[in-house]
């Protein structure tokens, strides 16, 4: 069972407009899920999806340093606590995301694989909702 999803992706964006759309709540939910966060250690957040089968899901901040941000996420439907870690790096061309989410091996049986897979699209989909998002919001690239 792989335990950790990955996802890269360049932005032709600076990497303040990246950071901003990853940590500022207005931000997140406007183009990933109606949110209360702060990207701040300690912070208790909640993301609420507005999708048919979708459990709200909680978590607190680990880490929120200049381009890195850690938090755990437990959706409550199914509380097992998983780690999801941004980490952001400037690039000649932009911004380098990196994106891992851990822990998924803590399901049991065959959950574990179901939710790996339900991860594993929903990222991909977050990446190209924040690829639109930045786009649009920032009218470049």
């Avoid at 995301?97 to 065959?110: A, C, F, M, P």
Wanted: net charge negative.
């Amino acid at each position: 069972m792989k335990d950790v999803i990955r996802k890269e992706q360049i932005f032709n964006h600076s990497i303040e407009s990246v950071w901003n759309a990853i940590t500022k709540q207005e931000e997140i939910s406007s183009w990933f899920i109606k949110a209360d966060f702060r990207a701040e250690k300690g912070y208790q957040y909640t993301f609420n999806s507005d999708g048919e089968n979708c459990s709200p899901i909680k978590g607190e901040i680990k880490e929120a340093s200049p381009y890195t941000l850690v938090y755990t996420w437990i959706v409550t439907e199914n509380p097992v606590e998983t780690t999801v870690k941004w980490l952001l790096e400037e690039v000649e061309t932009g911004t380098k995301l990196s994106l891992e989410h851990s822990g998924i091996s803590q399901y049991k049986g065959e959950t574990a694989i179901t939710m790996f897979d339900s991860f594993n699209g929903g990222w991909n989909n977050c990446v190209s909702s924040l690829i639109t998002y930045l786009k649009q919001a920032v009218h470049a690239g």
